[in-house]
């Protein structure tokens, strides 16, 4: 059982252009696969998770989060890194219409996302830690019992090096 680093995806993987959807509008955060490299050489199990409203507010579906998440992986392997899971909730509680229009524990502040890796992965939650961009990331990283660290920008590289042992 090895200790998980949680990360947000917009914002700290990708810039947060407003709701990014396709690689195409992906501009990689400075740092992003050097960051997610050496979270991996210290030993922890990488994983995204991320709030997509943009599916309840009808912007995308499902397969455009599947095929960018397809993507993220694709190009951390390039750089010679590893992302081990992505978890992503389309639900909002009150924006957009239909099924995704809904209140959901995994959607961050809620900790659900993290209790479902944790769930799902041999991983546990002595040791792991949160990076997102937002009070509702750190939200998330306290409803599940772990630090949050919040990335204002930068390097995040540089960041993660401040942080991990
Ligand atoms: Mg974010």
């Not at 407003?18 to 990689?28: E, K, S, T, V």
């Not at 992986?73 to 099924?99: I, N, Y």
Request: hydrophobic share 45%; charged share 20%.
């Amino acid at each position: 059982m090895t200790p998980a680093a949680f990360l947000d995806r917009d914002g700290v993987l990708i810039e947060d252009t407003g709701f990014p959807h396709r690689p195409a509008q992906a501009r990689m955060v400075p740092g992003a696969w050097a960051a997610v490299r050496r979270l991996n050489a210290a030993g922890f199990f990488v994983a995204v998770v991320t709030n997509q409203s943009g599916v309840a507010r009808g912007l995308f579906g499902e397969a455009e989060v599947a095929a960018m998440h397809l993507w993220l992986r694709e190009q951390a392997r390039a750089a010679g890194a590893r992302l081990d899971a992505f978890a992503h909730c389309p639900f909002h509680p009150t924006d957009g219409t239909g099924a995704y229009r809904r209140e959901s524990p995994r959607r961050k502040p809620g900790g659900g996302m993290i209790e479902d890796l944790l769930r799902f992965f041999p991983i546990r939650r002595e040791g792991s830690l949160l990076i997102g961009d937002r009070a509702t990331d750190m939200g998330a990283a306290a409803a599940a019992g772990i630090p949050g660290h919040l990335f204002a920008g930068g390097d995040l590289d540089a960041f993660v090096k401040g942080i991990i042992p």
